[in-house]
């Protein structure tokens, strides 16, 4: 008898169609399995109750208090004139705090029967604020004591003393799922446990039934404890094993090895370098160039700061493979990026770029761009040089991951801003070479050591972290526009000022602006945390025109977004590169690659709307001369509010990696893995990334020496389910994004 079909059978046979329908659409669940991995979020102590206090605005939160007070109000409205409308409002306690709830029209009566003051139960809506204060309207609720022996047994099915409250929709009270989960409990007992044995005993870890079962219904919280880290143990070594098969599977896979000719291009172009690489640069041109040189195909991470010169590092890792008689290609998440690099790189190599042209170097090459908007003309010229070799360099965008495109021999693969391509194009780039190309990807998002091992842990990292001489500092503030206007107006004399010396700004913006009433906009939760909610965020044409109008008249004022012609978006580049612009008001369009010396000053407006890794991405668009940077964090937040806390981190420190790191602890891992891999967010529910960072590693040793000794897992059956559960997954959120 097969025993995984019990997690396999799908959720509409055991609990009905119409519960079942809510759990796929709200929750991602379909199966038994998936049902007994949804996790309580937290526990509630029968006795011991939510901090009223601090319950979080607009969230929906389940709460076990009692009643202190019901009062019945009557009172006249439009639909009853004659005083018969009523509002039910009740008090709740914990002791820490009181909330008020409130239930109106036809919706009073059961209530106004049940919830007698003294009575206890659990209460689950969505925190709003009337009249400044706290109070839930209309909650779902569930007693928890009575006379009657129904609500005697209620107790009852919770188990014991601890209550574990569920993530949780409006569509689906905590205790509704509570009571799901109570009945597809049972099967948690043919859960087959991926775990080897000899390392599950060797770290004293529970087996996966029982893991699931005290998850659920844990009696103490030492059982919350054991589950929590048996949990956390299969989520690290199951993704670890997947990572680590790949590594081996990709370490078997030949490679052609390219070792740069002793007085090649690569010579030459060092030659002509007007200063010398940083000893970050050399280091790890270095690793790089021993991968290059052995015959299994590099899978290298380049991690470095804006501005590091990991750009430079790149190119020398290029001309070394075109010494060696192979091509390069560099793929480049936008159009505005990819024209960029080209710029930069003809513009470093000189006449090195200039292959098969008049007063091109004898030992140079051509450097071809290929892009989706490129005219018929320019495009077939440009494939052509690629298949005949005559190109050794190209950049480009997804347009060459193409069908169409074809090289002479493709021998690196360059990935600017890693987490914008998925496995799969990566993959699929990768076929462009009679044999599997070395790969070098970059990012100058900082990763923190055990994201890097999570999400890229099929390669291997160089990290750079100097800056390259002259580089200058930049300076960070936080403007307060609601408490202190005044300060708004400084900032854009602060504006005027750089103008004044010959200098130029960014003004940055969350929206474009000339959006239609966007649906998913009217939709959006208005958060109470601030006024400033009110409104839509700032848009770059509405902003762009009040400067000139007003602060910035006189100066000259361009707009640059993502919805504009690319020949457009090239131009405004162009003549702001040029210095022939003073202020360039953009959306996040500039975050990556936008390289332009001469720019000192970023003003960001609703700074609070955008992620901290972003801000600081943004920020390092200014200060890459020699005179310093400024950025200025516009705001309209409350001073105490989590915003201002995060913004004031971002003006506290221009070091990526502790940004990073707070990041991550601010908003939830599957944000940060979601946008990096397909995938991943899918397989993380329990493990903290940046927590577990012990788990992480010690599961990474674990899943290397098991698929050393056993590459196939054929002596764990159970591991292969589970793999082949996460690998689906991957697959199929990549085909959904297509």
Known sequence: MDLVPALEEPLKKVLGPPTAKVMAEHLGLHTVGDL????????????????????????HVTVVAMVADARLHTFASAKAPRGKGQRLEVTITDGSGRLQLVFFGHGVHKPHKELLPGTRAMFAGKVSVFNRRLQLAHPAYELLRGADDQAAETVETWAGALIPLYPATAKLESWKIGKAIQTVLPSAQEAIDPLPDSLREGRG?????????????????????DARSRLKWDEAFVLQVALARRRHADAQLPAVARKPSPDGLLTAFDDRLPFTLTE?????????????????????????????????VALRAMLAVVDAGGQAAMLAPTEVLAQQHHRSIV??????????????????????????SMGAAGRRQALLDLVTGEAGIVIGTHALIE??????????????????????????LRGKGKQPPHLLVMTATPIPRTVAMTVFGDLETSVLDQLPAGRSPIASHVVPAADKPHFLARAWERVREEVGNGHQAYVVCPRIGDEEDDPKKAGKKKSPEDEAEKRPPLAVLDVADQLAKGPLQGLKVEVLHGRMHPDDKDAVMRRFAAGETDVLVATTVIEVG??????????IMDADR??????????????????????????????????????????????????SRIDLEQRREG????????????????????????????????????????????RLPGLRTALDALLDDEREQYLEKG
């Open 36 to 59: 007994l991995h949804h996790y309580p979020r937290r526990y509630e102590e029968r006795g011991q109750l939510t901090h009223l206090a601090d319950l979080p605005m607009d969230e």
């Open 205 to 225: 870890l529970v087996p996966l039934p029982e893991a699931l079962l005290k998850i659920h219904r844990p009696h103490t919280k030492a059982d919350i404890e």
């Open 347 to 372: 513009e470093m190599m000189g006449e090195l770029a200039e292959g098969g042209m008049l007063g091109g170097a004898d030992k140079a090459t051509k450097v071809v761009l290929l892009t989706g």
């Open 280 to 312: 970050g640069q050399q280091k790890v041109s270095k690793e790089i160039f021993d991968d290059l040189a052995t015959e299994h195909p590099m899978h290298r991470l380049l991690q470095g700061e804006v501005g590091s010169g990991k750009t430079m």
């Open 594 to 603: 936008v390289n332009v010396p001469n720019a000192t000053a970023m003003v």
């Open 671 to 714: 944000d940060v893995l979601g946008q990096a891999q397909s995938g991943a967010r899918t397989s993380l529910r329990m493990l903290a990334v940046i927590e577990d960072e012990e788990i992480i590693a010690e599961a990474r040793e674990e899943a290397v020496a098991l698929v050393a000794a056993d590459p196939e897992l054929e």
């Open 403 to 428: 069908d169409k495109v074809q090289f002479h021999d493709l021998g690196l693969v360059v990935v600017d801003e890693q987490h914008r391509f998925g496995v799969e194009q990566r993959d699929a």
């Open 610 to 659: 955008f992620g901290v890794s972003q801000l600081h991405q943004l920020r390092g668009r200014v200060g890459r001369g020699s005179a310093a940077g400024l950025c200025l964090l516009v705001t309209e937040m409350p001073e105490a509010s989590a915003a201002r806390q995060r913004l004031n981190a971002v003006a506290a420190t221009l070091d990526g990696f502790e940004l």
